[in-house]
């Protein structure tokens, strides 16, 4: 521009007759907006990818269930150096038998149109041998390449743990609280035989007959 600043200007061209000479009629387009536009959609995009990367939850996108993205909270949580080495792999490396075959029914019917599917527990097993009980919700995402499936992973192995023992533990106080309750029952009829043994004990010792009934 004539005040030093450059911006980027697209040129088409056209050739014409002006007076009977030839001539050339030049289109220019101002592209500042459009540029303006790209460059905030390649922020926004790494915004994007640098919220993903640095999410505490994993989050694995697979295509066919073979994966083919995963950010570095899911490598930690299945037992791989990096996302890279997920990459190309099957959920069956990692989930149990029965629970893949869950996985592929619930997959079927999100990639047929059905709602996102809601949090369900796997069992698993990390590439170190980490046994795990991980718990993914699933959503459908429309990728260039053809649809894929976006699951986010949590690790909820401690908490199941936890809750195990926490009910454990209220089995332990309801038996406890019962056999209370039954030594209580017990202890009732006992002592009156007790009582009656007693007074019988004292009448041998003073030589009298001992009752038919006390």
Do not use: C
């Amino acid at each position: 521009r004539s005040d030093g600043r450059r911006l980027p200007i697209e040129l088409g061209f056209a050739a014409v007759e002006l007076d009977d000479a030839p001539a050339t009629v030049v289109f220019i387009r101002d592209l500042r907006q459009r540029f303006e536009t790209e460059a905030e959609l390649r922020r926004s995009e790494s915004r994007l990818r640098s919220l993903i990367a640095s999410a505490p939850d994993g989050i694995v996108m697979s295509r066919e269930r073979a994966i083919v993205y995963a950010n570095p909270a899911a490598a930690r949580l299945l037992g791989v150096a990096g996302p890279e080495q997920l990459v190309g792999r099957s959920f069956a490396d990692f989930l149990h038998p029965d629970d893949y075959r869950i996985m592929g029914q619930r997959v079927a019917k999100l990639t047929l149109g059905g709602p996102p599917l809601g949090p369900h527990e796997y069992r698993a097993r990390a590439d170190d041998g980490r046994a795990l009980v991980v718990e993914v919700t699933s959503i459908l995402f429309d990728d260039a390449p053809g649809p894929a499936v976006v699951g986010f992973a949590r690790d909820v192995t401690e908490s199941r743990r936890l809750q195990a023992q926490l009910m454990r533990a209220d089995r332990l106080a309801a038996l406890g609280t019962m056999a209370a309750g039954v030594a209580h029952e017990i202890n009732n009829p006992l002592a009156f035989m007790m009582l009656g043994v007693d007074a019988i004990e004292r009448m041998i010792e003073r030589g009298e007959p001992a009752p038919d009934r006390l």
